[in-house]
């Protein structure tokens, strides 16, 4: 299991949402043109076809779902943790949220312009469906 540093307010409940989603959202990022256009015409019945790997995936391109893993991670986590207090992404949202990546890992100081993008991604991705299966 890959090792991630996490913010102060990550809790071991994210890591489980986190493993539950990570491999939905890969697939959604691979086939939707790395996530900037929403498939909104997939339903449960394909994403669970392929993650299964029951159904063919289109060619990975560039970023690579693993290299922005980190950030897509951090942005789904903020959801969970911060959704009902900031239920619209907004400016002062963003500055926590630009703090928080910047003091999780001093190394990536600088990155949160670079990261931005996919950490939105993260926040923004919803899959209500995956939930209710997973949660029975």
């Given at each position: 299991m890959k090792q991630y540093n996490n913010p102060i307010?990550?809790?071991?409940?994210?890591?489980f949402a986190?493993?539950?989603?990570?491999?939905?959202?890969?697939?959604?990022?691979?086939?939707?043109n790395h996530g900037k256009k929403p498939n909104t015409t997939r339903n449960i019945g394909q994403a669970v076809k392929q993650t299964s790997g029951m159904e063919a995936i289109p060619p990975l391109g560039r970023p690579a779902f693993e290299q922005l893993e980190p950030a897509f991670r951090f942005?789904?986590?903020?959801?969970?943790?911060?959704?009902?207090?900031?239920?619209?992404?907004?400016?002062d949202f963003e500055i926590r949220l630009a703090e928080d990546w910047r003091t999780m890992d001093p190394t990536r100081k600088e990155s949160w312009e670079q990261d931005r993008e996919a950490i939105r991604y993260g926040w923004d991705y919803e899959l209500k469906d995956l939930q209710e299966v997973v949660n029975g």
């Open positions: 307010w990550w809790e071991p409940d994210n890591d986190w493993d539950h989603v990570k491999l939905v959202m890969k697939r959604d990022w691979e086939q939707t942005g789904y986590g903020a959801r969970l943790k911060f959704g009902r207090e900031y239920p619209e992404w907004d400016g």
